[in-house]
């Protein structure tokens, strides 16, 4: 059994936008959902994952599912939206993350120190710089002490374009939780925040 507990990853798409069907509403009253709902009433996709489990497992606790699988399922559907204006800009997720990354913390980096900031992979940062390169919007220099060594740094031209993007991006994002009151965001965050600190304190930081 997965940690979802069998919730699709992959929702479908039926705009251009990328915004995903709407999921088939269980039956009112069905028992063994969780008890746990939307903020209208409106039982989502794992409610109704967790009451299959229960008619079938009683026995079992579904609280871990009903937690980790919406997370597993929000980020499905995050990623199946993507995000609108990076791809107008022509960037994806992880360019954009090691051009903010360089705007964020305002001097050079090395790719290591990139890598370790994005949580990507040696290779995968150095693909994306390759690429970043060719656009013109970051540039390298060699260390002066260690010829193995590369430092990097936006040019004029990608700060101009993260600064561009990044309120259009941040609008867009707010969008995407426009259905959370702000009460509610705050709490989710602080929430997530906490889980987010316990699990890389005991996993070590691991990096995805």
């Known amino acids: ?10 929702p479908a798409v039926d705009d251009p936008a990328g915004h995903p069907a709407p999921e088939a509403a269980p039956e009112p009253g069905a028992p ?8 209208a009433g ?11 489990w229960h008619a079938v497992r009683p026995d079992i606790d579904t609280g871990p599912m009903e ?4 997370i597993n399922r929000c980020g ?26 360089l705007r964020r913390t305002g001097h050079e980096l090395t790719p290591g120190e990139i890598a370790r900031e994005t949580f990507s992979s040696g290779a995968a940062v150095t693909k994306r710089l390759k690429q970043l390169t060719e656009r013109g919007l970051v ?11 590369a430092h990097v740094r936006l040019t004029d031209r990608g700060r101009d374009l993260v600064d561009g993007v990044l ?21 989710l ?13 005991r996993l070590g930081a691991a990096r995805l």
């Open 67 to 70: 937690i980790i699988g919406r």
């Open 42 to 52: 409106v039982r989502d996709t794992v409610s109704g994952v967790v009451r299959q």
């Open 76 to 101: 499905a559907l995050l990623q199946q939206a993507e995000d609108a204006p990076l791809r107008r800009a022509g960037l994806t997720r992880p360019e954009f993350d090691v051009l903010g990354t």
């Open 139 to 149: 540039e390298r220099r060699g260390d002066t002490r260690d010829r193995r060594v």
């Open 1 to 10: 059994m997965t940690t979802d507990g069998g919730v699709r990853s992959t």
């Open 167 to 187: 309120p259009e991006q941040l609008a867009y994002e707010s969008a995407v939780l426009s259905g959370l009151a702000p009460h509610a965001r705050g709490e």
């Open 32 to 39: 063994g959902s969780g008890g746990t709902t939307g903020g």
């Open 189 to 201: 965050a602080a929430l997530l925040g906490e889980l987010l600190g316990q699990l890389e304190g």
